[in-house]
């Protein structure tokens, strides 16, 4: 569904703040949203990109305000009609962290040196995938098959 392009890089990310992230000193994007209500804060995670963790925040501020936080998201275009606005805080806990994790996953793998050089893997393998298989037990998928991950799969 979404890929890392439409979402810009994450050098242009020092550039552009994002609503509900903000970097520690140590380079690290974090996001955390207040529940609506109550003076409860929750905690959404950390990230490797600005654009992940605002993902997160999107999906998190949609699920836990509904249709009335369109106009306030980072990335409107992330949100399914599939996306359901009845969880608990801890399930929209889960779901944001969750896509925000998607999003660093598919950086790491557009960022990587194999896709960015387009060169092999090197070592004994001669180019080709080690057979360790994903938790799916895909054997000898590459990266970007293992990854093809979608928010709408953690909803």
Not at 19 to 31: I, L, S
């Given at each position: 569904?979404?890929?890392?392009?439409?979402?810009?890089?994450?050098?242009?990310?020092?550039?552009?703040?994002?609503?509900?992230?903000?970097?520690?000193?140590?380079?690290?994007?974090?996001?955390?949203?207040?529940?609506?209500?109550?003076?409860?804060?929750?905690?959404?995670?950390?990230?490797?990109?600005?654009?992940?963790?605002?993902?997160?925040?999107?999906?998190?501020?949609y699920?836990?305000?509904?249709?009335?936080?369109?106009?306030?998201?980072?990335?409107?275009?992330?949100?399914?009609?599939?996306?359901?606005?009845?969880l608990?805080?801890?399930?929209?806990?889960?779901?944001?962290?969750?896509?925000?994790?998607?999003?660093?996953?598919?950086?790491?793998?557009?960022?990587?040196?194999?896709?960015?050089s387009?060169?092999?893997?090197?070592?004994q393998?001669?180019?080709?995938m080690?057979?360790?298989?994903?938790v799916?037990?895909?054997?000898?998928?590459?990266?970007?098959?293992?990854?093809?991950?979608?928010?709408?799969?953690y909803?």
């Open positions: 569904m979404s890929s890392p392009e439409e979402f810009g890089s994450s050098s242009s990310a020092a550039k552009k703040r994002y609503r509900g992230v903000r970097q520690r000193k140590w380079g690290k994007w974090v996001t955390e949203i207040r529940v609506p209500g109550t003076t409860d804060r929750l905690w959404l995670g950390s990230y490797a990109t600005a654009e992940a963790a605002a993902v997160a925040h999107d999906i998190a501020s699920c836990l305000s509904g249709g009335a936080s369109l106009g306030t998201l980072n990335f409107p275009h992330v949100i399914s009609s599939k996306l359901r606005i009845d608990s805080p801890r399930s929209v806990q889960k779901a944001a962290s969750d896509a925000g994790l998607a999003i660093d996953a598919q950086f790491a793998v557009q960022t990587s040196p194999e896709n960015v387009g060169g092999s893997h090197g070592g393998g001669g180019g080709q080690e057979d360790w298989g994903n799916d037990g895909n054997y000898g998928a590459s990266c970007e098959e293992a990854l093809n991950i979608s928010i709408d799969d909803l």
